[in-house]
């Protein structure tokens, strides 16, 4: 097995694993903040084990990081208990042109014209998507909308304290999610079927997830990382729709394409660069 082939398998299943965590907080019937009180202690207490960080992490960057993830995972969980699950991963998908963009205002980095038409294009694809909610699902949307920038946030975080790991952030992160849920829960306390569906969260798919997608980087380019990473997006609504009869509205599923051109948009360029120079002679 190539490098090649073993970052693309390593990432791929780690995007399948991660592709469950919206159908388990459908399948979680207890109340949203008491799933986050125990998403976050038991993702914290599982992280805890498995990631030390190697060198001293920049403090001020560490903890903007922790709550950064923070607010995405609470806000993420409320989009997915408000609004549809193809909604919130279509919003969500976003995330990386939100931090491109926080990357130009906080880090002075340059924007390509491709990325500022990507940008344009999300956010006509963002409006299509929205269009198709009812007035119920809207605030779901917003929520939605409010992760991607919690998460476009963390990557700017993260990008600022390269080359240091900042996975360790998501320790505190966890409690941080755990002391919030545990304000305004109103028993943490859960019924037996969902102890099940919880461990399984908080103990195997997003750390799973984590362990394996954090491999990618390591044998693929980060442009490549982040196409198959954009399978979330497809994958999460599936299960849903095939496990929950929860189908994809027609909004959703337009807007869904919109926001898919306006992602591979940047990258393509990037993509077959890479290609031309790892197939030229002597390269």
């Known amino acids: 097995m190539t490098p090649h082939q073993k970052g693309v398998i390593l990432t791929l299943a780690g995007v399948t694993v991660l592709s469950l965590d919206a159908l388990l907080i459908r399948l ?4 949203h ?18 990631c030390r960080p190697k060198a001293r992490l920049p403090r001020r960057l560490l903890l903007g990081s ?3 993830y ?40 340059q924007i390509t014209l491709r990325t500022w038409m990507a940008l344009a294009l999300c956010l006509a694809g963002l409006m299509l998507v929205m269009s198709g909610s009812r007035e119920g699902n809207l605030t779901g949307d917003l929520a939605a909308l409010l ?10 975080c993260d990008r600022a304290a390269r080359p240091a790991n900042m996975a360790p952030a998501l320790v505190p992160a966890g409690l941080i999610i755990a002391l919030v849920g545990f304000t305004q829960a109103p028993v943490l306390a859960v019924p037996a ?16 997830a984590y362990a ?22 497809l994958l999460g609504p599936l299960w849903v729709w ?27 360029p990037r993509q077959r660069r890479a290609h031309s120079a790892t197939s030229t002679p002597g390269a």
Do not use: H
């Open 147 to 156: 992760c991607a920038v919690c998460l476009g946030s963390k990557l700017v």
């Open 242 to 268: 095939l496990i929950l009869n929860e189908p994809p509205g027609r909004e959703a599923v337009l807007g869904g394409l919109v926001v898919l051109t306006a992602l591979l948009l940047p990258r393509l």
């Open 193 to 208: 079927t969902d102890v099940i569906w919880l461990g399984l969260l908080g103990l195997g798919v997003v750390p799973l």
């Open 212 to 233: 394996l997608i954090s491999q990618g980087p390591r044998y693929l380019p980060a442009a490549e990382v982040g196409l198959l990473l954009l399978l979330e997006m």
């Open 33 to 50: 903040w008491t799933l986050l009180f125990w998403r976050g202690l038991l993702l914290s207490l599982s992280l805890a084990v498995f």
């Open 28 to 31: 979680i019937s207890t109340d």
């Open 66 to 68: 922790a709550l950064c």
């Open 70 to 109: 923070a607010a995405t995972t609470i806000t993420f969980v409320l989009a997915v208990r408000l609004t549809s699950v193809a909604n919130t991963l279509i919003i969500l998908a976003a995330a990386p042109l939100v931090g491109a963009l926080l990357s130009r205002l906080v880090l002075k980095e």
